[in-house]
């Protein structure tokens, strides 16, 4: 059976979709900012508030570089969530917007993203990756680079809001 690249990036974004739902189960909104303190000894380690934040944003660049339109990003969303900032412990909760609106944005873009996946040509995923620097060198094609931010890249993120899960005492999602 022939699968089009874009069916092939989407079915691992559906997977990882699906993890990020089930790790919310039973995440209290004001842990959601906070990090882990097992012990009463806190764990200087992303949480659910910036990881989901940190995903949102690349639903559209994802959109964009494949030909899509993308929703807007909230206002201070780039600012606190990109890959230059850094998770911060936000035990005042006046850092980070609230979980359900950065989990909102998260499931909208990324649904978006899926179906937009799923309707792209090879031939757009088979174009050079525009990026500069190690992330050309790393993923050469649009194709290989979207591959990493629905699989390999949230999966990565994903894997720390599992430990940090696991550091709350809500264990296995």
Known sequence: MS????????????????YAERLLKNVPADRAGRF?????????SNHPAFIYGHLSLYAPKILRLIGHPAPPIP??????????????DDADGDLYPPLDQVVAFFLEGHRM???????????TFDQPNPAEGRMKELFPTIGSAQAFYCGGHM???????????????LGAA
């Open 36 to 44: 882990a303190a097992p012990g009463g000894v806190i764990v200087e």
């Open 155 to 169: 999966m990565m993120h994903l894997g720390q809001l599992s430990a940090w899960r696991r550091m709350e005492g």
């Open 113 to 123: 993203t899926m179906g937009a996946l799923r309707s792209t040509p090879d031939t």
């Open 75 to 88: 206002d201070g969303f780039e600012l606190v969530f990109s890959k230059d900032a850094k998770c911060v």
């Open 3 to 18: 699968r089009s690249l874009g069916n092939v990036i989407a079915d691992s974004l559906q997977l990882s979709l699906g």
